[in-house]
């Protein structure tokens, strides 16, 4: 969740550090800091808390820190309250070793209390203190240089990290380091960058290298030697970035979030022709055979927030297609109950990041009892792409908002592509039903671009609706599903407490919260489940809930009990969610618009979750 960024070349280093960190500030923070060298001088170091601006405003949008090497820093709290004292860079009492960390270091307690006894003093209360001052111990005790201390260290941590430092003796130097936690090297002729992900690069260039679990970098001005937890030099090969760096500005739009949900069309296309080729769905290229999917008994989505979400929807889509039993993880609980999984389990962990730190894990846990495992992701050479045994990848490019919009709709996609596939594989939908799901499919970005071009009406009740205090979301079904993720939106971004219900459940308690002038949203997408939600949302409307329906075209008896009603394009049922949620997306965007809310940054969240 913090964002790391590191320059050594021949420009000045503190303009590029902080046109990196706002390119990184979708990831959430809560302070910012620069450490910046010039030549052999004495090392700067300048933190602030809060807003980027502030210690843009501090350093004179970096003009005032001369020197062409350094490192930068956001961070997002874990160990220590958010305060200029706890913000990254930190450094050794003499500054001989600065560094700054992405992660969580488990045992820094334990690493604390054992540098006490050797006579170090602390004054942060971050774990990320603890790692310098571990690497700085090992490095004055064996003498061996930098690399040995970062890999005598990296033995010694437990946790999940990625780290950057600048040590005094080696002043034309950087050094990396990263386990379980994102950062990518780029190089461009004498320039050489580091940075926790893609966007804060693009600027300036497009060649990168990945650095892998368990590795270490040495970086010189246009140079980059990477090294094994062995001390062993390995080879990497240069990825180029295909990302056009313009896609990672607001393009006219108010807000990146805005902007992305008027990208779904395309990403959705995309993701789509990437995986769809000559009318047939083509997993071989991923390495997912007939064979293999005939083998597969059961399958285990694991995943987090939206993308557990998205779980749940396939959930419905896979078992009525495919006849597979499906079962829907949270990531955070997954490995902690001990999964029954054998080889004939299929695995699916989706991550917009790929390096969210509890779906990794449960990746991790799933290959270790012998489960197959498919990665769904957006990030290419990320680190479940990489430890997954197939990558199914989504096109959904970069995503700035920290609420996500596009990554969910392409990850919906490719779940549903899968789904038809096992089911034709398997022999559970017919030839001629498997056209009809494809073409249904690739109808979808025309029909949400139906949709944005009728926001208006949407825009116009979010507002009369901006001052609500709950909103209850209500459906059955697939409609449960697309309910889960517009209230989580809802929350997320306007701050308004919004919960969604199974509709059937609401006579088991929740009809008790029910009172005069409650909102009450009811998704009606699945034609087998109208007439018992719209039952459920007159129960509600006989209690004083103000009644919004959202339903696809035809269905015009929901105006009879609804009191607004907002219509999406008619697709397959199985499909509802990725027309649906585009309404929703719009009502949560529209209150935090009303309200005066920071849309693309809400408070206390971050973007890629990379610690648990």
Known sequence: MCGIVGYIGNRQAAPILLEGLSKLEYRGYDSAGLAVRDGEAEPVIVKAKGRLKIL????????????????????????????????????????????????????YQELRDKLVRKGYSFHSQTDTEVAIKTVDYYLRKYNKGPIDAIVRTMMRVRGSYALAFMFKEYPGELYVARKDSPLIIGVDGTDTYVASDVPALLKYTRNVYYIGNLEIARLGAGSATFYNIDQEEIE??????????????????????????????????????????????????????????????????VACGSAYHVGISLQYVIEDLARIPVRVELASEFRYRKPILDADTLVIVISQSGETADSLAALREAKSRGARTLGIVNVIGSSIAREADNVLYTLAGPEIAVATTKAYSTQLIAGYLLAIEFGRVRGKITEDQYARYLEDIAKIPSQITRILEDKERIQWFAAKYSHAHDIFFIGRGVDYAICMEGSLKMKEISYVHSEAYAAGELKHGTISLVEEGTLVIGSLTQPDLFEKTISNMVEV????????????????????????????????????????????????????????????????????????
């Not at 305060?83 to 050794?92: I, K, L, Q, R, V």
């Not at 296309?269 to 080729?277: F, K």
């Not at 997306?585 to 971050?606: E, F, H, I, T």
Request: with cysteine; net charge negative; proline share 4%.
């Open 541 to 612: 409307k006989s209690r004083g809930a103000y009644l919004m329906g959202l339903t696809s075209y035809g269905y015009y008896s929901v105006e009879d009990t609804a009191d607004f009603t907002v219509y999406v394009p008619r697709t397959d049922p199985h499909f509802a969610n990725s027309l649906a949620i585009i309404s929703l997306q719009l009502m949560a965007y529209y209150v935090s618009v009303a309200k005066g809310l920071d849309v693309d940054k809400p408070r206390n969240l971050a973007k890629s979750v990379t610690v648990e």
């Open 236 to 301: 990497k090969e240069v990825t180029q970035i295909k990302w056009d760096a313009e896609s990672a500005e607001k393009g006219g739009f108010e807000h990146f979030m805005m902007k992305e949900i008027h990208e779904q069309p395309k990403a959705v296309q995309d993701t789509y022709n990437a995986i769809v080729r000559d009318g047939h769905v083509d997993l071989e290229g991923i390495e997912i055979t007939p064979e293999a999917i005939e083998k597969i008994h059961n399958i285990v989505i």
């Open 56 to 107: 843009a405003e501090k350093t004179d949008d970096g003009l005032s820190l001369p020197g062409n090497c350094g490192i930068g820093h956001t961070r997002w709290a874990t160990h220590g309250e958010p305060s200029e004292g706890n913000a990254h860079p930190h450094c050794t009492d003499d500054r001989s070793i600065i560094g700054v960390h992405n992660g969580i270091i488990e045992n």
